[in-house]
């Protein structure tokens, strides 16, 4: 950790504007797109526009002597230029004071003798008033009925190396002071600690601090929504299968689902998993012949269950001695339910080998009588006739 923030800063220091004789003519750069995060800033206040491209060339680059330039997208010169507000320093572009003229584009071009790369991130200026809070705040949450903290973003560059930060808080453009119990400026951070947090609690904060560049102070100012989500209700899970005994054929492929009610408890805090001898599945059966199946969450009846099936393929010998595990676990119970395999009984009986052939011997008995019957057919003894083949048929079968 500490070689990688040397590096960093080796390499931060290095990023200066640096014109070398032989770099790569602007004409070959290659534009990587423009940086996904955009800066929103107040008018009035100082501004860092950090190099999207600095990171790559850092571990990708064989020399830390790079020319690094600033242009705006809607002119040609380079910036910093002869405006004083403007100036570069350890791979950024500072402007103090920003003003509503400073938005727009700004491409951050890095080259050196064998490589030329630009990117570009878009800034925007806003006059500080309600309407512009929507645009310029960042979004936090916090959960109901808990403490938790808000974070003041983005002042690491006026922050590095300090001990001695000191951030004031607002709500609705009210101060929050020290001696307020619900909020705590955490001294020294740029956290806001709050308790017992409630649904009066959302809304926009404000946190502030003061910076000062060549012996003038410049205000800096974030603006922080807070979200109050409802806390998930947990509920103590109830394992409903499997059964404590399942029969299965020597050879054969075997699903065992593990279904969990969790009534009207989230799944997501609450673990399923399969054990093998208290193994766990993955670290028993390595070469995969019993596997856990994908996990499922859903409701019947607005009530939710969890289900993790148990897969073998196919069932041998050794699984009847196996002893199998469901396991569920989240932050109000952990529970168990064990199950074993046993060979199902045959399904093997002479009745059902014995039937067919029984069908053949009545047919072709049946065939028979029929011919018989024929060379002793006559209107005077047909009913005597019937008669005699039935009882020689019925003496043929004794």
């Given at each position: 950790?500490?070689?990688?923030?040397?590096?960093?800063?080796?390499?931060?220091?290095?990023?200066?504007?640096?014109?070398?004789?032989?770099?790569?003519?602007?004409?070959?750069?290659?534009?990587?797109?423009?940086?996904?995060?955009?800066?929103?800033?107040?008018?009035?206040?100082?501004?860092?526009?950090?190099?999207?491209?600095?990171?790559?060339?850092?571990w990708a680059?064989?020399?830390?002597?790079?020319?690094?330039?600033?242009?705006?997208?809607?002119?040609?010169?380079?910036?910093?230029?002869?405006?004083?507000?403007?100036?570069?320093?350890?791979?950024?572009?500072?402007?103090?004071?920003?003003?509503?003229?400073?938005?727009?584009?700004?491409?951050?071009?890095?080259?050196?003798?064998?490589?030329?790369?630009?990117?570009?991130?878009?800034?925007?200026?806003?006059?500080?008033?309600?309407?512009?809070?929507?645009?310029?705040?960042?979004?936090?949450?916090?959960?109901?009925?808990?403490?938790?903290?808000?974070?003041?973003?983005?002042?690491?560059?006026?922050t590095r190396?300090?001990?001695?930060?000191?951030?004031?808080?607002?709500?609705?453009?009210?101060?929050?002071?020290?001696?307020?119990?619900?909020?705590?400026?955490?001294?020294?951070t740029t956290?806001?600690?709050?308790?017992?947090?409630?649904?009066?609690?959302?809304?926009?904060?404000?946190?502030?601090?003061?910076?000062?560049?060549?012996?003038?102070?410049?205000?800096?100012?974030?603006?922080?929504?807070?979200?109050?989500?409802?806390?998930?209700?947990?509920?103590?899970?109830?394992?409903?299968?499997?059964?404590?005994?399942?029969?299965?054929?020597?050879?054969?492929?075997?699903?065992?689902?593990?279904?969990?009610?969790?009534?009207?408890?989230?799944?997501?805090?609450?673990?399923?998993?399969?054990?093998?001898?208290?193994?766990?599945?993955?670290?028993?059966?390595?070469?995969?012949?019993?596997?856990?199946?994908?996990?499922?969450?859903?409701?019947?009846?607005?009530?939710?269950?969890?289900?993790?099936?148990?897969?073998?393929?196919?069932?041998?010998?050794?699984?009847?001695?196996?002893?199998?595990?469901?396991?569920?676990?989240?932050?109000?119970?952990?529970?168990?339910?064990?199950?074993?395999?046993?060979?199902?009984?045959?399904?093997?009986?002479?009745?059902?080998?014995?039937?067919?052939?029984?069908?053949?011997?009545?047919?072709?008995?049946?065939?028979?009588?029929?011919?018989?019957?024929?060379?002793?057919?006559?209107?005077?003894?047909?009913?005597?006739?019937?008669?005699?083949?039935?009882?020689?048929?019925?003496?043929?079968?004794?």
């Open positions: 950790m500490m070689f990688t923030l040397y590096m960093l800063m080796v390499g931060a220091s290095a990023l200066t504007i640096q014109h070398e004789a032989h770099s790569v003519a602007p004409e070959n750069c290659r534009f990587r797109g423009k940086h996904y995060k955009r800066e929103f800033r107040l008018e009035g206040e100082p501004v860092v526009l950090r190099c999207p491209q600095v990171p790559y060339w850092l680059s064989a020399s830390l002597h790079v020319d690094l330039t600033w242009h705006k997208n809607d002119s040609a010169r380079m910036v910093p230029g002869e405006e004083t507000r403007l100036w570069a320093q350890d791979g950024a572009l500072w402007v103090l004071p920003v003003l509503k003229g400073d938005s727009g584009t700004y491409i951050c071009t890095t080259r050196n003798a064998s490589r030329c790369d630009e990117m570009s991130i878009e800034l925007r200026v806003f006059e500080n008033t309600e309407s512009s809070l929507p645009l310029i705040s960042y979004p936090q949450i916090l959960t109901l009925s808990t403490s938790g903290t808000l974070v003041c973003p983005d002042l690491s560059e006026f190396n300090k001990t001695d930060v000191k951030i004031q808080w607002y709500k609705d453009s009210v101060l929050l002071d020290q001696d307020n119990k619900k909020f705590v400026s955490v001294e020294g956290r806001l600690l709050v308790h017992d947090v409630s649904v009066e609690d959302a809304g926009y904060y404000s946190c502030a601090m003061t910076f000062t560049h060549k012996g003038q102070q410049y205000n800096i100012t974030r603006i922080v929504e807070l979200r109050v989500k409802q806390r998930k209700e947990e509920t103590i899970p109830v394992i409903i299968s499997p059964v404590e005994t399942i029969s299965a054929s020597m050879g054969s492929r075997l699903t065992i689902p593990c279904k969990v009610f969790l009534g009207a408890g989230t799944p997501l805090t609450t673990m399923l998993w399969w054990t093998a001898n208290n193994t766990h599945i993955e670290s028993a059966y390595q070469g995969g012949r019993v596997t856990e199946g994908l996990r499922q969450e859903y409701s019947e009846n607005n009530k939710n269950y969890i289900e993790v099936p148990l897969i073998f393929d196919p069932v041998i010998r050794e699984d009847l001695n196996t002893d199998f595990k469901c396991v569920v676990l989240n932050t109000l119970s952990f529970q168990t339910l064990r199950t074993t395999v046993k060979e199902a009984p045959s399904t093997f009986s002479w009745g059902m080998v014995l039937a067919p052939l029984l069908l053949v011997v009545l047919v072709l008995g049946g065939i028979w009588i029929h011919r018989r019957c024929k060379h002793r057919s006559g209107k005077a003894y047909g009913l005597t006739t019937l008669k005699t083949c039935h009882q020689d048929f019925l003496s043929r079968v004794k």
